[in-house]
C-alpha cells in the first residue's frame, strides 16, 4: 500500500463510490432498494458508524456498524453490529480490508461497544482480527396443516400494528428475561414500528404473544415469534398456519430449543438451515460486567488474556461469578491462570465448552477441574433471528 492508501469517515459525497464497489462485491441494487441502502447510509454517516479507506480521491473500501443491544444471559448489553464491509476486487489481498476493520474496531470501542458481531463472508481475517463463533441463526421448515392443527382457538388473538410497537418489544424483554436468553438483537421501537407497517408483514398479538409472518414465494415464513405460554403458542402458529390452503410449507426463524419443536406432531424438515455469525470482545471487564450468568453458578478464577489487536484487554485478570452477575478486575496473582487468546475469550463468553476450546488450542493453562464451573457460569445456547 501506498501513503495515498488512509483511513477515513465515509460521507454523504462518497456514497456513489462505495455503491461501485459494493456492487462489484455483493452485486448490484434495484431502484428500491437503493433508496433504502441510501436512507440507512446516511444514518451511519450520521452516526460516525461508516468508515472506509481512500486511495488518492476514490474509496476503494468501507464498512458500517449498527448500535444494536444484544441479549447475553438475559440482559442487554451494547454491541456494535458490523455490516456492509466490501473491499474493491483490485484492492483485495493487499492488506485493505485488515486496515478498514482496525479502523471500525477501533471506532467501535471508542463509541463504547464492549462487543461486536458480524456474519462472515469469510471467516480468514475476521479471527485473525480476534473473532470467534458466537452462534447461528436457524431455519426450519414445517408442514403448514400441522401447525393449523395445533389449535389454541380458546386464545384472542388480534392483527397488530405499527402503534404496538412498544408492546411487541415488551414482550421480548419478558421473554428473554425469564429464559435468560443469548443472542438476539434489540431494535429500537421506530424500527419495530416500521417492520409492523411494513403491508408485507402480518403481524398478530396475543395478551402473552405476538407472532410476525409474511408470504415467501408460494409459502409462509415467520420472522419472530414469542409465546409466554403453551395455549399462546398453538394459537400464534394455528394462525399462521392457517394459510395451508394456500401453503404447504411455513419456514420460520426460531432456535433449535423452541417448544414448536415439542408441540408439532410432525418433524421439522430434515435441511434445516444454519448461519453462523462471529463475536468478539471490545472491552473485556465491560462485557463481562453487562451480560448475565448462569443462576447457581458461583466461581473465582484467574484469567490470562491475549489480544494483539486491543491491547487494553490483554493482562492478568481477576473473574468473580455469583447471583447471576460478573466481575473481571486486574489481578496481580501468581496462581496459574486460565490463558485464552481473544478468539477463546469469545468462544467462551459465547458458551462454547472449555473442552472444545482446549481441543481448539484457544484455551490453555489453569485448572480443568474448574472448566465445569466455568462452563456453568457461561452457559448459553446463542442464536439470532435477524440477518444485518
Avoid: C
Amino acid at each position: 500500500m501506498t501513503d495515498a492508501v488512509r483511513l477515513v469517515d465515509i460521507a454523504v459525497e462518497h456514497l456513489d463510490d462505495v455503491i461501485r464497489v459494493r456492487s462489484r462485491s455483493f452485486g448490484p441494487l434495484d431502484a428500491a432498494s437503493r433508496d433504502d441502502w441510501m436512507k440507512d447510509a446516511k444514518e451511519f454517516i450520521d452516526g460516525g458508524r461508516y468508515l472506509g479507506v481512500m486511495d488518492g480521491d476514490e474509496v476503494v473500501a468501507a464498512a458500517r456498524f449498527w448500535d444494536f443491544q444484544q441479549w447475553w444471559g438475559g440482559r442487554r448489553v451494547p454491541m456494535a453490529g458490523i455490516a456492509g464491509v466490501v473491499v474493491s476486487p483490485e484492492y483485495r489481498g493487499r492488506g485493505v480490508g485488515s486496515l478498514l476493520m482496525r479502523g471500525v474496531l477501533q471506532r467501535a470501542v471508542d463509541k463504547g461497544f464492549p462487543l461486536t458481531a458480524l456474519y462472515p463472508a469469510t471467516t480468514v481475517i475476521y479471527r485473525h482480527l480476534g473473532y470467534e463463533f458466537g452462534g447461528g441463526r436457524y431455519r426450519f421448515s414445517f408442514p403448514a396443516v400441522g401447525l393449523r392443527a395445533l389449535g389454541g382457538k380458546e386464545v384472542p388473538v388480534r392483527r397488530a400494528g405499527a402503534d404496538d410497537a412498544a408492546r411487541i418489544l415488551e414482550l421480548v424483554a419478558q421473554a428473554h428475561t425469564a429464559g435468560r436468553t443469548s443472542g438476539p438483537l434489540v431494535w429500537s421501537e421506530s424500527k419495530v414500528a416500521d417492520w409492523l407497517a411494513d403491508d408485507d408483514n402480518f403481524g398478530y398479538l396475543a395478551e402473552d404473544g405476538f407472532v410476525v409472518y409474511n408470504w415467501e414465494g408460494g409459502d409462509l415464513r415467520v420472522d419472530e415469534i414469542i409465546a409466554g405460554s403453551e395455549a399462546t403458542a398453538r394459537a400464534l402458529w394455528a394462525t399462521v398456519g392457517s394459510g395451508s390452503s394456500i401453503a404447504r410449507t411455513v419456514s420460520a426463524y426460531v432456535p433449535p430449543s423452541d417448544p414448536i419443536h415439542l408441540l408439532i406432531e410432525q418433524e421439522a424438515d430434515k435441511n434445516a438451515q444454519l448461519q453462523r455469525w462471529m463475536l468478539r470482545l471490545l472491552d473485556a471487564p465491560a462485557a463481562i460486567a453487562a451480560r448475565g450468568f448462569g443462576i447457581g453458578a458461583s466461581l473465582e478464577a484467574d484469567l490470562e488474556l491475549e489480544d494483539a489487536e486491543l491491547p487494553s484487554n490483554t493482562g492478568r485478570w481477576h473473574l468473580s461469578v455469583a447471583d447471576g452477575s460478573g466481575s473481571l478486575t486486574p489481578s496481580t496473582a501468581s496462581s496459574e491462570a486460565l490463558r485464552l487468546t481473544a478468539r477463546g475469550l469469545a468462544g467462551l463468553y459465547a458458551g462454547t465448552p472449555l473442552a472444545t476450546l482446549r481441543r481448539a488450542g484457544l484455551a490453555l493453562g489453569g485448572s480443568q477441574a474448574a472448566d465445569a464451573v466455568l462452563d456453568t457460569a457461561f452457559t448459553s445456547a446463542s442464536y439470532m433471528l435477524d440477518y444485518f
